[in-house]
């Protein structure tokens, strides 16, 4: 990791807040979004960590179009430490934008077979970095097994991400069902996105969260909606940042209220 960095710990008087960003299903725009929130807190000024916790199958450098030189294969591998292993993007902390980005590893047998303890040391190495940032973000992989679970109960806030796909709402739901049983005290939020209008969103985020409320006993609040935006498809295929491709895009505009959101 950078020196300037360490250095920065010193005048740090708290740790970053850890949000996991999570989804039941696959396909909702969890990675995106994970990506996009780094770069919103990057334009507001917070130095942000991001973490691919989809172990073996990491896709955060791929959407970035870059090629990190080391990522959570070589911690596990007792290559490096893990502060070591961080890729500045756009940048890094402190430029317009831009974050540090922990990678993980796609195509990696091993990493995607961990054993929970090892899922658990990673997770504590994370909370080890939170007094060199303002923000941490784990990208948690789709679905709802052990690791999933066990990365989503390291972070301080969780955020759930759905779309108006019935599927997606199931699975969500099953997300918050099995975080519930989990950490009782886990207080999740949510996120629509892809919706048609903000108003429909909405009407998918009462949805989910009446039937939390029913059946769990908890109403999450709503981050935010995210509209959609035919930019998004673009910017992942150009392998640029939405902040940077299309910076007054709605999309990106809606980003950095869920940013502030999540802020207060």
């Given at each position: 990791?950078?020196?300037a960095?360490?250095?920065?710990?010193?005048?740090?008087?708290?740790?970053?807040?850890?949000?996991?960003?999570?989804?039941?299903?696959?396909?909702?725009?969890?990675?995106?979004?994970?990506?996009?929130?780094?770069?919103?807190?990057?334009?507001?000024?917070?130095?942000?960590?991001?973490?691919?916790?989809?172990?073996?199958l990491?896709?955060?450098?791929?959407?970035l179009?870059?090629?990190?030189?080391?990522?959570?294969?070589?911690?596990?591998?007792?290559?490096?430490?893990?502060?070591?292993?961080v890729?500045?993007i756009?940048?890094?902390?402190?430029?317009?934008?831009?974050?540090?980005?922990?990678?993980g590893?796609?195509?990696?047998?091993?990493?995607?077979?961990?054993?929970?303890?090892?899922v658990?040391?990673?997770?504590?190495?994370i909370?080890?970095l939170?007094?060199?940032?303002?923000?941490?973000?784990l990208?948690?992989?789709?679905?709802?097994?052990?690791?999933?679970?066990?990365?989503?109960r390291?972070?301080?806030?969780v955020?759930?991400?759905t779309?108006e796909?019935p599927?997606?709402?199931?699975?969500?739901?099953?997300?918050?069902?099995?975080?519930?049983l989990?950490?009782?005290?886990?207080?999740?939020w949510i996120?629509?996105?892809?919706?048609?209008?903000?108003?429909?969103?909405?009407?998918?985020?009462?949805?989910?969260?009446?039937?939390?409320?029913?059946?769990?006993?908890?109403?999450p609040?709503?981050?935010g909606?995210?509209?959609?935006?035919?930019?998004?498809?673009?910017s992942?295929?150009?392998?640029?940042?939405?902040?940077?491709?299309?910076?007054?895009?709605?999309?990106?505009?809606?980003?950095?209220?869920?940013a502030?959101?999540l802020?207060?």
């Amino acid at each position: 990791m950078a020196v300037a960095a360490k250095r920065a710990v010193a005048s740090r008087t708290s740790k970053a807040p850890i949000t996991a960003i999570a989804s039941g299903k696959g396909g909702v725009g969890k990675t995106w979004l994970s990506v996009s929130l780094a770069c919103a807190f990057g334009r507001t000024n917070r130095r942000a960590l991001l973490v691919d916790c989809d172990i073996g199958l990491a896709n955060v450098d791929v959407q970035l179009g870059v090629r990190p030189e080391a990522d959570l294969s070589s911690v596990m591998r007792g290559w490096l430490e893990l502060d070591a292993a961080v890729t500045p993007i756009l940048g890094g902390p402190g430029r317009p934008g831009g974050f540090d980005l922990l990678p993980g590893h796609s195509g990696s047998g091993a990493l995607a077979g961990l054993k929970l303890e090892e899922v658990h040391r990673i997770a504590q190495g994370i909370s080890t970095l939170a007094p060199l940032y303002d923000r941490i973000i784990l990208d948690c992989a789709a679905g709802v097994d052990a690791n999933v679970m066990r990365f989503a109960r390291a972070a301080d806030r969780v955020v759930v991400v759905t779309t108006e796909d019935p599927t997606a709402l199931t699975d969500a739901y099953a997300f918050l069902k099995l975080l519930r049983l989990a950490q009782p005290t886990a207080q999740p939020w949510i996120i629509v996105n892809l919706a048609d209008t903000r108003a429909s969103g909405r009407r998918v985020y009462e949805q989910l969260a009446k039937a939390t409320e029913s059946y769990l006993g908890i109403r999450p609040p709503l981050a935010g909606v995210i509209c959609r935006d035919p930019r998004v498809g673009d910017s992942i295929r150009a392998q640029t940042p939405l902040c940077v491709r299309h910076p007054q895009s709605q999309a990106f505009e809606d980003v950095l209220r869920i940013a502030e959101a999540l802020s207060e």
